[in-house]
Every structure is written in C-alpha cells, then in structure tokens.
C-alpha cells in the first residue's frame, strides 16, 4: 500500500509540471482580415489556444480592423496588434511583414497559427503561401463555416531544404531584375563558377535544382545560351531570406 500511495504521488506531481507546462505553452494566431467577413477569425478564437491576435489587413480596412481588435481585447483579455498591406504588393509586403512577426514573437510563443479565412482571395493567398515558407500551420473555414480546415502546410520551413548557396544564386538573379541570359551573366553577377551553377540550377542524381524546385524557369536562348527567369515563389524565397539576413 505505501507502495502505491509513493507511486501515486509521483504520478500526481508529473501530472502537475505536465499542466503548468501546457499552461505556459503561448499561441499566437495570424489571421488575415476583411471588411464583411470576420466568423472565420471568431472560429479560430474559439477552437485553437490564443494569447495574442495580430490581424492582417489593407489600409483600407484599418479603422474596422481596430475596431474589431479591441472587441476581441475586452471580451477575451488578450493583447492584439494590426499589421498593414498594400494590395498592389500583398503578396509580397505580406511575406515580409509575416516574417518580421516571426522574428520578433518566436521565442515568445511555443505556436503561431495562421488563419486564412477572412479577407478576399488576395491576401488570404499571400498569407497561405508565408506559411507555407515558414512552416507554419494554416487553417481556415469549411463551407458550413461551422469547424477549422487544417491546410496541408510544410512542417518545416521551406528554406530548411534549400542551401545558402542556392538562396544566394536567387539573390544574384532577383538583383538585376529576375532573369539571366546566359550561365556567363549568372557567373559575373553571383561569384560562382558554371559547374556548381550549373548544378545548383539544373540539379542532379542526388540534389534538386532551382528548377526542379519550382524556383527558377530554364530555356534555352540564343546560341543555345541558357536563360534563367526567377518564379513567383523564387521571388517570395527571396523576400523571406532578405528579410531574415537584414535582421542578423
């Protein structure tokens, strides 16, 4: 019996580290914001943990996104910040302001979700795809607007399975507007000889390239010369990782 009684103590003090470790456990939400349509904000409030809201919105959209914010401060105690973006740059200045979050709340918060149900496509989109870049676990509303949507999000960053080498051969070709005419040009411009740009852009037997990840576009130009374009998620690569070094 005094036996069980210390094992049962035991148990019981376990128990105890493993709740006050749950409760010191902090969530931040990222939840893009519309005008007319904030009941996918309120479901993930209502579904996932939350210590903090910050809400991504248009300038347009500022004044209600206020306003929404403090509803949400004086119902549930919780802190919330507003970040703006422009829609002529959503893609990217949502990529850049979701990065500078991240630098400054990861060793904040144990969790950071992003909540893409509210706002239109445009910016849910960007917010989507900065998730997807860093890692971060996505939601948003199913049609009955009723449960969270878990979207299918890396579980890891996407920079984490690209060299620096590569990250710098973007840099090199974003630099002089996103395209390259030839392996020469991309020498000069990056510092690398051609075989390893050749490798790092073609790939092999065992590395994925550029283009085989969906980075960079290769044809073939004039002469056989080959022609190197930047993608849309090349450019977003190199948002994330511009914004990252400039911080270290």
């Not at 509210?118 to 900065?130: M, N, T």
């Not at 998730?131 to 948003?140: E, L, M």
């Amino acid at each position: 019996m005094a036996k069980f009684k210390k094992v049962e103590k035991i148990a019981n003090i376990f128990n105890k580290v493993r709740i006050c470790i749950l409760h010191r456990m902090k969530t931040l939400q990222i939840a893009t914001f519309g005008d007319d349509d904030q009941d996918g904000i309120a479901l993930g409030i209502r579904n996932f943990p939350i210590h903090q809201l910050i809400l991504i919105c248009y300038s347009s959209d500022e004044a209600k996104a206020i306003e929404y914010s403090k509803k949400i401060e004086t119902i549930i105690g919780i802190g919330s910040e507003i970040i703006l973006v422009q829609k002529e740059n959503v893609v990217k200045d949502t990529i850049e302001r979701v990065n500078e979050v991240l630098l400054k709340k990861s060793m904040e918060y144990h969790h950071i979700l992003m909540n893409v149900s509210s706002g239109d496509k445009l910016i849910s989109c960007a917010a989507l795809s900065s998730a997807f870049i860093n890692g971060i676990k996505a939601f948003a509303m199913d049609h009955g607007h009723s449960i969270p949507l878990l979207l299918p999000v890396l579980k890891f960053s996407y920079s984490e399975i690209i060299s620096d080498t590569k990250i710098k051969i973007l840099k090199s070709i974003d630099s002089i507007g996103g395209m390259v005419s030839s392996l020469e040009e991309l020498e000069q411009i990056s510092g690398y000889g051609k075989p390893l740009l050749s490798y790092h852009v073609q790939g092999g037997k065992e590395n994925k390239g550029l283009a085989d990840l969906g980075l960079v576009e290769v044809d073939k130009g004039d002469r056989g010369k080959t022609v190197i374009n930047i993608t849309t998620l090349g450019k977003l690569m190199v948002t994330s990782n511009l914004v990252n070094s400039s911080q270290h």
